[in-house]
């Protein structure tokens, strides 16, 4: 039995089985994959934020802006490539920094997805949602409009300034350390809502925050779908929603009439202290709890929530939802601990396309290729960040 000749080259995608058949519910079938790239001297990076850095700490904002213009020129390439294989949307796009010997490379890879029965005359939409958490949107009533990102690279300064350096050595908050924190961490979520208002959308969702070292200096970067919601009152073009709930979550919210309405966060940083460092080690060689640190520990998670709470209370939540608290280790006894979580309103008119997720909208996929012999120094170009 001979093959039939094919009149077309196989389309070469990063989308998974489970992605295509959720895409294909909302009529989208799959494109080609995209990819976009930038390489940056390591040298000049680190020069820039070597000498900006500063003694009170805070941004680094030509480092800021080195970085924002990296990410947005791989991000920019890669719709290049996009509307020369005529896609109408983009999605599942990642925006990850490669360390190279020397060089730092911007890479953003997607894959493009077409209209069924529509030739693509111009790219519609760009997302950082994959084919199933696209599909959980499309049916909670979001259409995606465009890839966003907000950044910041800051440094917590030599030593943190004179005055946090002095407190670390008692015990408790560290103020200094705290406002600093708080300021940048809230910067990179006032500029993805920006970069969503100048998209034209009401909405941010599905975002996700990465914090990147780069020697004595970090990046905290967020990234999302800006999107519409014609549920969503005139306030809200303005202001737009940013949510950090997973896209399985948003729908299950939306169809029980919540909207996520505000990305919520808190900081704290507190200093073991000097006294409480030297009772902790000496009991630490016994056996049994260590108060002072339990104490401290409890206290720092505690005024990290009390502030996510306020951030709640200036956008009128209902209720704050999926809290998480990160904790990170500064040094010098200092430690970091973040709440995140996403505040929601009750909402009327809420509603989902179908009663019930497809199975193929919540199955993880597996890896089917192991290599446990060697590190690989490559990335998955299927799945980019999506399980980092």
Same mark, same amino acid.
């Given at each position: ?75 920019? #390439?890669? @719709? +290049?490539?996009? &509307? !020369?294989?005529?896609? *109408?949307? %983009?999605?599942?796009? $990642?925006?990850? =920094?490669? /360390? ?66 002095? #407190?670390? @050595? +008692?015990?408790? &908050? !560290?103020?200094?350390? *705290?406002? %600093?924190?708080?300021? $940048?961490?809230? =910067?990179? /979520? ?73 990305? !919520?966060?808190?900081? *704290? ?120």
């Amino acid at each position: 039995m001979q093959l039939e000749n094919r009149t077309r080259a196989p389309i070469m995608t990063g989308l998974s089985g489970n992605e295509m058949f959720c895409l294909n519910k909302k009529g989208l079938r799959a494109g080609e994959l995209v990819i976009g790239n930038s390489v940056f001297s390591l040298g000049l990076i680190l020069g820039i934020g070597s000498s900006f850095r500063t003694l009170a700490g805070g941004e680094v904002t030509h480092l800021t802006e080195l970085i924002h213009d990296g990410r947005q020129a791989s991000y920019e #390439r890669l @719709l +290049a490539h996009a &509307e !020369v294989r005529r896609g *109408s949307g %983009i999605t599942g796009v $990642t925006n990850e =920094l490669i /360390l190279h010997p020397g060089t730092i490379e911007f890479l953003s890879i997607g894959s493009c997805v077409h209209r069924e029965g529509a030739p693509s005359e111009r790219l519609e939409f760009t997302s950082s949602a994959d084919g199933q958490e696209l599909y959980c949107q499309l049916d909670c009533g979001f259409h995606p409009i465009k890839f966003v990102f907000g950044n910041v690279a800051y440094s917590i300064g030599i030593g943190g300034g004179i005055a946090g350096a002095f #407190r670390s @050595l +008692a015990r408790g &908050e !560290v103020p200094e350390y *705290s406002e %600093i924190f708080n300021k $940048t961490r809230h =910067l990179a /979520l006032e500029r993805i809502t920006k970069e969503a208002h100048e998209a034209g959308g009401n909405a941010v969702v599905g975002i996700t925050t990465s914090i990147i070292p780069f020697r004595g200096m970090q990046e905290m970067v967020m990234i999302g779908t800006a999107s519409r919601h014609d549920s969503l009152p005139p306030a809200f073009s303005k202001t737009p929603i940013t949510s950090d709930l997973t896209n399985e979550e948003m729908w299950n919210l939306i169809h029980m009439g919540y909207m996520p309405i505000q990305l !919520v966060l808190g900081v *704290s940083v507190y200093s073991v202290g000097f006294v409480g460092g030297v009772s902790a080690f000496l009991k630490s060689f016994g056996r049994g709890e260590i108060p002072e640190l339990t104490t401290l520990i409890y206290e720092a998670r505690e005024n990290a929530i009390d502030k996510l709470m306020k951030d709640a209370v200036s956008c009128n939540a209902d209720d704050v939802v999926g809290i998480k608290v990160y904790v990170y280790q500064l040094g010098s006894g200092i430690i970091e601990f973040m709440a995140v979580g996403t505040a929601v309103q009750k909402m009327d008119g809420l509603k989902t396309d179908h009663d019930h997720l497809p199975a193929q909208a919540i199955i993880r996929d597996k890896d089917t290729f192991l290599n446990t012999a060697e590190k690989t120094m490559g990335k998955d170009l299927n799945r980019g960040q999506k399980d980092g």
